[in-house]
């Protein structure tokens, strides 16, 4: 497998050799940083393209059609559109707050994204405590959606924002049980650890019960932190208009709006890296032939491969079920998912003391 | 039907007996303005158990303050009635409690149906200010000297400090433009308040200035879900008085026609719940079959949503040679889908949990409400009118009157599917004997309704939807008065609230089942 | 208690029931799509003959209508929306004068497709037909002289 660390370190070689070292950082900082903005808006508009496809395709239709064939140019002509669009100002708002909570939201979805690893070497944060970095960097987007509601001076947005508050600070618990006892099944919190660990089986197989039950949870919490439905009860356009960005205009909107599939690239994202492995590749012991032709797929396209199979997996489930209420949402957590993560983490501690893991 | 004209003194008493002795269902309360005879109301009532059907009328001499005793506390649904009729006619009802406008802005001058309403538009301009909320109400009430005076009691809508947030009239939920202004505690209702207005286009007033041909053309824009069987009440009306026998052959294209719709309306319950329940994909298969029921309206009738089929006398055109076939593959393709909706919505554990015991609507209050339609049978309440009082084939095909017992929004949602696959059994047992024949018998070329009180009833997509005329013998009739089928529902929305959630009012909102233009009108 | 309303049992239905309305999209996902593409298909889009988008005259052989100017059908408009003009010609023949059309205005925006005009025509000089691209960008161009 092709270690990306050989070019990276390249690069940094050579920055130092013609750079000082102070200087040298500082270019390193703004390449690594607009490579990464860049990758996440490319990889937002894909998605924005996919779920509008993936959605037309479940309901029987053919989505967007018009600008470009199939419709390919689609998400730019709207990215277009929402850039020219004004930003406009809200009377009675409170000024700072409500500018500054669409960056909060970005800014801590750029921040989780950064941890993900693409490939071997391919990462842009990567050390000892990856995954909790992950969690408390994820969790701080809430503060952005509660600063938006509260600030806009609307009612829709303030009842939106306090749910949000409410389902996502309560699954989050969830996440961390699911991450847990991944971290139990591996040993390690290094996300580049914790990919290598894999090589041999990704984590699902060789954690077998407790990891398909670890996956699934971390799949409806993981949905309900994305505030996508079922759990899109901050946003239900039925019921809020647009929840907690209804007064949000232009590319503050913009922000929301991106931020939110980001959401969902970054939670299929760690979804892939836990527990299918992340750019590791497809390997059934026994089978040495078929190992090594699945060895020369790079492993950018393993990893894009199984996060957008476990986005469309997560697109299904959006355009399937119905809305929950509230106090579901919360019920749903706190007597269903929380002690079945629970058990499910004893019984992986078990499983990896006893040493009933492959 | 003439109706028994009660003196105003004694008409609280002997509204007090009827309501006792089992005339539980109030129809409608029609305001009226006999000119030198005075303002009044007729109350057309029914009772649910034998069947028996009563109107009364009462007059009030006094065309400057008019004034007649409440009912509404016989028959909660008379609240929003007598607002109707106080917003129309000007005639206070005394004793009740929040006795405002329904319909048109505080600031109106004048009430439009009376007869001698100045129209002069100097004196209701489009005004470009906000109307400001009546939220603390004085309530008129009839004093010793039955002269009449505001009361100090004061009975509080909405308070002011309470979070109050407006659903409506622009709102996804409310499909159309129908207010609501919530109270809330958190995520829960305390209060109600209902503003219905923002489309009503006083179809009534106009009516009395057009011809019935022409009035026929408004009848599809009340419940535009019920296009056909609205056309079909005032059809039947004109034709009942001015004695037109109708042929066999447009009996059954009419209530082949308005099973049609029935399904057509249905799938559109069915599909805008589901998305107010947030899945929007069921929404999309729903729509997605209801067009197969508008090609075949487009096919037949020339319009898709707004059809002009009945006319006084028989229907528009023929049917087309292949009507029935259509039909026929019709019927076949929707009984399959079924099973696709109980699949993908009716059965998920989310759309259950939402609707099971929620909203639930109490037999009583459905009849004391006049909920009819689907949210009535949903109650328990045997409400059809196709059974009750049959109409068109009705008494010739067999069917069942789908009843469940709940009352909650769960039954509201299945009596509506249910329904959908006992219209498909009526239109198969029709489609294949429409005797030959004309579709249509000559009328006059003017159409003059001889003196009278007239009045009909079908039932519509949602509930009974009723016509009466008051002719004077003219090309137009002297008051046309359409019974609402939405008005009691919406009625019965803040009973049916008591201790919901924002989520739920969305889920009951959904179920209920109204349509915004057939409540303004 | 019924295995149904147990902890377990309400688990296992509600992942059956979820489970059956995921196989049921996904179903629909591999089926055929049903969005017609309008201005594409044109040519096979099928409209009906009933349909009613725009009055108009049809005209016989001689390429003339039948219109003899009664003005029932403006009478009978509830929207006012059809204005004939006329001019009493007299016969040089007979010497009987006659009321002949001049001028006979549609106005698409105030059209309420009820037919009642077509219905009470006793020549059936006009009728409707399936045109319904008319959108234009300015009002004035909805009042169409249907006489030419």
Redesign the interface.
């Known amino acids: 497998m092709f270690d990306f660390s050989t070019i990276t370190t390249a690069i940094d070689q050579f920055l130092h050799s013609v750079l000082p070292s102070q200087a040298a950082l500082l270019v390193e900082c703004i390449l690594v940083a607009l490579c990464a903005v860049l990758a996440y808006v490319m990889l937002a508009i894909v998605m924005i393209f996919m779920e509008r496809k993936v959605c037309a395709a479940?309901?029987?239709?053919l989505g967007p059609m018009r600008v470009g064939p199939w419709g390919l140019l689609q998400v730019f002509a709207d990215v277009f559109k929402m850039l020219i669009k004004e930003i406009i100002s809200i009377k009675n708002s409170d000024k700072v707050l409500y500018n500054l909570a669409p960056y909060l939201v970005v800014m801590s979805s750029v921040l989780t994204f950064s941890c993900l690893p693409f490939a071997k070497g391919l990462q842009v944060l990567d050390f000892n405590i990856g995954v909790f970095f992950i969690m408390a960097a994820s969790s701080f987007g809430v503060l952005g959606i509660l600063l938006a509601g509260w600030s806009s001076n609307n009612?829709?947005s303030m009842?939106g924002a306090v749910?949000s508050g409410a389902q996502m600070i309560s699954y989050e618990l969830s996440i961390g049980l699911c991450i847990l006892s991944i971290v139990a099944l591996s040993g390690t919190m290094q996300i580049s650890e914790l990919v290598a660990a894999q090589a041999d089986g990704w984590f699902i197989f060789r954690g077998h019960i407790p990891a398909f039950v670890a996956f699934i949870i971390y799949l409806i919490a993981g949905n309900a932190e994305t505030n996508r439905?079922?759990f899109?009860?901050p946003e239900?356009?039925?019921?809020?208009?647009a929840g907690f960005h209804t007064e949000y205009s232009g590319m503050h909107f913009g922000f929301f709006y991106v931020a939110e599939f980001m959401n969902l690239f970054i939670v299929a994202g760690i979804a892939s890296t836990l527990f299918l492995g992340g750019w590791t590749p497809l390997h059934i012991s026994g089978f040495d032939s078929f190992n090594t032709i699945m060895d020369y797929i790079p492993g950018v396209v393993w990893f894009l491969g199984k996060t957008f199979f476990v986005i469309w997996l997560l697109m299904w489930v959006r355009?399937?079920?119905?809305?929950?209420?509230?106090?579901?949402v919360v019920s749903l957590e706190w007597k269903y998912l929380v002690p079945i993560g629970l058990l499910n983490l004893l019984i992986m501690t078990l499983c990896v003391v006893m040493g009933w893991t492959f | 039907m003439n109706p028994e004209f009660i003196d105003i003194n004694d008409f609280r008493a002997r509204m007090e007996t009827l309501r006792r002795t089992g005339m539980n269902f109030l129809r409608d309360i029609i305001g009226m303005d006999w000119g030198e005879e005075g303002l009044g109301a007729i109350y057309s009532l029914e009772n649910t158990s034998t069947g028996q059907v009563l109107q009364t009328a009462v007059r009030c001499c006094d065309r400057e303050k008019p004034s007649i005793p409440t009912v509404c506390d016989l028959w909660s649904v008379a609240e929003l009635y007598e607002r109707e009729v106080y917003d129309f006619f000007g005639i206070h009802f005394a004793g009740h409690p929040d006795m405002r406008r329904l319909y048109l802005r505080n600031d109106w001058v004048g009430h439009p149906l009376r007869k001698d309403y100045n129209e002069d538009e100097a004196i209701n301009p489009i005004r470009m200010e906000n109307e400001i909320p009546e939220d603390v109400q004085r309530p008129y009430e009839l004093a010793e000297d039955a002269e009449m005076e505001i009361s100090d009691k004061l009975t509080n809508k909405i308070h002011g400090d309470q979070?109050?947030?407006n659903i409506g009239p622009q709102?996804?939920?409310t499909h159309g433009v129908l207010r609501f202004r919530l109270a809330?505690d958190g995520?829960e209702i305390r209060k109600i308040d209902i503003h219905c207005g923002y489309i009503h286009r006083g179809i009534e007033k106009m009516s009395e200035k057009?011809?019935y041909?022409?009035i026929?053309?408004?009848t599809d824009r009340l419940d535009y879900l019920s296009a056909h069987q609205n056309r079909h009440a005032l059809c039947m009306c004109i034709e009942k008085a001015m004695g037109i026998e109708i042929t066999d052959r447009t009996q059954y294209i009419r209530t082949i026609m308005d099973e049609l719709q029935r399904i057509d309306s249905h799938l559109l319950f069915l599909s805008c719940a589901?998305?107010?329940?947030?899945?929007?994909?069921?929404f999309?298969?729903g729509f997605?079959d209801r067009?197969k029921i508008l090609d075949i309206f487009?096919?037949?009738?020339?319009?898709r949503l707004?059809q002009?089929y009945n006319?006084i006398g028989g229907v528009?055109?023929d049917i087309t040679p292949d009507f029935a076939k259509k039909v026929k593959e019709f019927c076949q393709y929707q009984k399959g889908k079924l099973q696709?909706y109980n699949?993908?919505?009716t059965?998920?554990?989310?759309?259950?949990?939402?609707m099971i015991g929620v909203g639930i609507l109490s037999y009583d209050d459905a009849i004391s409400y006049g909920c009819t339609g689907g949210t009535g049978r949903a109650s328990g309440w045997a409400c059809d009118v196709r059974k009750r009082h049959p109409y068109a084939l009705y008494d010739k095909v067999d069917f069942k009157e789908i009843i469940y017992k709940n009352g909650d929004c769960y039954d509201r949602f299945l009596v509506r599917l249910d329904e959908i696959v006992e219209s498909i059994h009526i239109i198969e047992q029709l489609i294949d004997n429409i005797p030959e024949g004309d579709y249509k018998v000559k009328t006059k070329?003017i159409i003059r309704i001889p003196e009278g009180r007239y009045s009909a009833s079908v039932e519509g997509s949602r509930g009974e939807f009723g016509v009466f005329i008051e002719s004077k013998g003219d090309k137009s009739p002297y008051r046309i008065k359409f019974r609402p089928m939405g008005l009691p529902l919406v009625a019965a929305m803040h009973k049916i609230l008591k201790g919901a959630?924002?989520?739920?009012l969305?889920a009951i909102g959904a179920t209920l089942d109204y349509v915004i233009p057939d409540i303004d009108r | 208690m019924e295995f149904k309303e147990t902890y377990i049992g309400r688990i296992f239905?509600?992942m059956r029931?979820?489970l059956?309305?995921l196989?049921?999209?996904l179903k629909?996902f591999f089926t055929k799509k049903?969005t017609e593409q309008y201005p594409e298909n044109r040519k096979t889009q099928h409209?009906?003959e009933?349909?009613?988008a725009m009055l108009y005259m049809p005209l016989d052989e001689n390429g003339n209508n039948k219109c003899i100017a009664c003005g029932l059908c403006a009478n009978?408009c509830?929207n006012g929306t059809i204005v004939i003009k006329t001019k009493t010609v007299t016969d040089e023949e007979t010497g009987k004068s006659k009321k002949v059309l001049v001028d006979y205005t549609y106005d698409l925006g105030s059209c309420?497709?009820?037919?009642?005009c077509v219905?009470?025509c006793p020549k059936e000089a006009i009728a409707?037909n399936n045109h319904f691209e008319n959108a234009v960008f300015d009002r004035s161009k909805l009042f169409i002289k249907l006489n030419k």
């Open positions: 479940f309901q029987c239709r009612k829709y009842i749910r439905a079922p899109d009860l239900a356009e039925s019921e809020l208009t355009w399937t079920f119905p809305r929950l209420r509230i106090d579901q | 979070y109050i947030i709102h996804p939920a809330l995520e057009m011809t041909p022409q026929l053309a408004l589901a998305m107010d329940l947030g899945a929007i994909t069921t999309i298969y997605r067009e487009e096919e037949v009738t020339g319009g707004i002009n006319t528009q055109y696709e699949d993908v919505f059965n998920n554990i989310i759309t259950r949990k939402r070329p959630k924002i989520a739920d969305i | 239905y509600g029931s979820l059956i309305g196989h049921t999209t629909e049903v409209i009906s009933r349909h009613r009978t509830p309420m497709y009820c037919q009642l219905n009470v409707f």
